[in-house]
């Protein structure tokens, strides 16, 4: 916790997420003793006849708020689903905190045993479009689910981690609360909140806000904000452009099954070099 | 009045019926609902041997008329077991292996009709392969699988009647030979009312049950 606190301020100036030109300096000038968290090398991807990716190559370093973006079916989603392991991969080396957790086709980088794999996914927080809460257990009970049976925490203890995550996305009121008795913002504070139950390392947010009604968005987006203030590690795909130039330390945009432009935000926005992303900032913008 | 008279002295006699249906029915139900869903996760997520095995079980069991399950169990496995082990436990078997087969398949299908994402959810939260099977795949498929398995519970019941073929105590036996005896057709029309009864019981349960299971839906 602590030496996260360390590193991520060194990246990032202390409150880029609220600062307006704050994040834009951090990301521009790196710190040399900055941790490479997440490593993708050389990722290739297909569905069946269907490439997706060919060749991405990414790195976010601890402490970073690296956002995706890029047209629909570009391939965002499964960018992140490689990271976690929920899509295999065709070819590439996927390094999350110096473990190969996936190896394919390249000579010299073979994946780490699986425990130590195991170990390492468990520090890696996902959060869905479609929040995929468990809808028969109440909020407390999906956000103990998993430190109670993964991490054998007990009951007591579990409540109470529970109960601070909730308050930390500000739903500790909706504790007993059934899921299809939330909104669409607060169902996904609850999936963040079960996420953070986990304590992990990094987050992964997929198109977080899509699909909530316009006046929940915000919402949930301060959520995410307070999380970047608090130096998390973050890859986020979202279309909330606004949010994304604020809280990000770089944005990537992803095309034709590659990754076409890594900036800063402010020269994503401001002065795009692609034409592919001046072209998409054009419509999304206007 | 001769009638209420008539049906009251008779109605230890439709007793016996009533409880040899039950004793069966319940007998068969309780082992039916445990194989379904341990055949049902088998069919899932278990070795393709065991898999093939339990396809050719369904398929098997489900394409063949009760009547004739009882038969061969009665006139070809009892016997085959040393002279017996009794009609009872027989029936029950037939039964329950029946009744699994078709909730095999109700719950098969519930499973796989549960929302991809909850199985994503579990994975990224490092939950167990078996841990997520019981605590959140399971729960969510029984209430899919609740309103068919009703629908099977209660075809069960009024199949349970093809016990009285081989000569074992139900409802329909018990009320035939009472027919035969007093020529009469009131005690058909009592089994009659004794069917809807229980039948609408069974609907009745299975209500409570999908109102339990649905209380987190709005
Ligand atoms: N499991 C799958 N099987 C087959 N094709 C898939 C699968 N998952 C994704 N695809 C396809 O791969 C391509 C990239 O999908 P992906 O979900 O990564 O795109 P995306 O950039 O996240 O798009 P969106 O903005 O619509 O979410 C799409 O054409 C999609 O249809
Ligand atoms: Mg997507």
């Given at each position: 916790m602590g030496e996260k606190t360390q590193v991520g301020a060194g990246a990032r100036t202390g409150d880029g997420a609220r600062a307006d030109g704050g994040a834009q300096a951090g990301g521009g000038a790196r710190d040399d003793t900055a941790e490479v968290i997440i490593r993708l090398t050389n990722l290739h991807k297909s569905f069946g006849e269907l490439s997706v990716l060919q060749g991405v190559d990414l790195t976010v370093e601890r402490g970073q708020v690296v956002s995706i973006i890029g047209p629909s079916g570009s391939g965002k989603s499964t960018v992140l689903r490689c990271v976690n392991g929920l899509e295999k991969i065709d070819r590439g080396v996927v390094e999350i905190e110096g473990v190969v957790v996936a190896a394919v086709g390249t000579p010299g980088a073979k994946p780490a045993p699986k425990e130590q794999i195991r170990a390492v996914l468990a520090k890696t927080g996902m959060v869905f479009q479609s929040f995929n809460l468990f809808p028969h257990m109440t909020a407390l009970q999906n956000v103990i689910e998993a430190p109670m049976t993964v991490k054998k925490?007990?009951?007591a203890r579990a409540r109470e981690l529970g109960m601070e995550k909730l308050r930390r996305v500000g739903l500790d009121d909706k504790a007993d609360a059934f899921p299809s008795r939330l909104s669409g913002g607060q169902k996904q504070r609850v999936?963040?909140?079960?996420?953070?139950?986990?304590?992990?390392?990094f987050m992964l947010f997929d198109e977080p806000t899509s699909a909530l009604d316009p006046e929940l968005v915000g919402e949930v987006l301060d959520v995410i904000k307070s999380l970047a203030r608090e130096h998390m590690s973050m890859m986020i795909v979202s279309h909330e452009m606004g949010f994304t130039r604020e809280v990000s330390d770089r944005v990537i945009f992803v095309d034709n099954q590659k990754i076409v432009a890594d900036n800063p935000p402010e020269r994503f926005f401001n002065s795009p070099e692609h034409p592919r992303v001046a072209a998409f900032l054009d419509k999304m913008l206007n | 009045m001769e009638t209420v008279?008539?049906?009251?002295?008779?109605?230890p006699q439709l007793l016996v019926g009533v409880i040899g249906t039950l004793q069966v029915y319940f007998g068969a139900i309780f082992p039916a609902l445990v194989m379904g869903v341990f055949f049902a996760i088998v069919k899932t997520a278990g070795p393709k041997p065991l898999r093939w095995l339990l396809n050719v079980y369904t398929w098997a069991w489900r394409g063949v008329p009760l009547?004739?399950?009882?038969?061969?169990?009665?006139?070809?496995v009892l016997p085959l077991l040393g002279g017996g082990g009794g009609d009872f436990p027989g029936a029950i078997w037939v039964f329950a292996l029946n009744m699994a087969a078709?909730?095999?398949?109700?719950?098969?299908?519930?499973?796989?009709?549960?929302d991809r994402g909850q199985y994503e959810a579990c994975r990224v939260l490092g939950i167990p392969y078996w841990r997520m099977m019981f605590r959140v795949i399971i729960p969510q498929s029984v209430r899919i699988a609740l309103p068919p398995a009703c629908s099977e519970a209660i075809n069960l019941l009024k199949d349970a009647a093809v016990i009285s073929v081989i000569s074992m105590q139900d409802i329909v036996r018990v009320t035939n030979q009472i027919t035969t005896r007093d020529k009469t057709v009131i005690p058909y029309l009592c089994a009659f009312v004794i069917y809807l009864i229980l039948?609408?019981?069974?609907?009745?349960v299975f209500g409570l049950l999908e109102k339990r299971f649905t209380a987190y839906d709005a």
């Open positions: 925490i007990p009951k999936a963040i909140a079960r996420a953070l139950a986990m304590e992990p390392d | 008279n008539y049906i009251i002295r008779i109605s009547l004739l399950q009882l038969m061969i169990m009665k006139y070809g078709y909730l095999t398949e109700i719950m098969r299908a519930a499973i796989g009709a549960v039948t609408s019981l069974l609907v009745k």
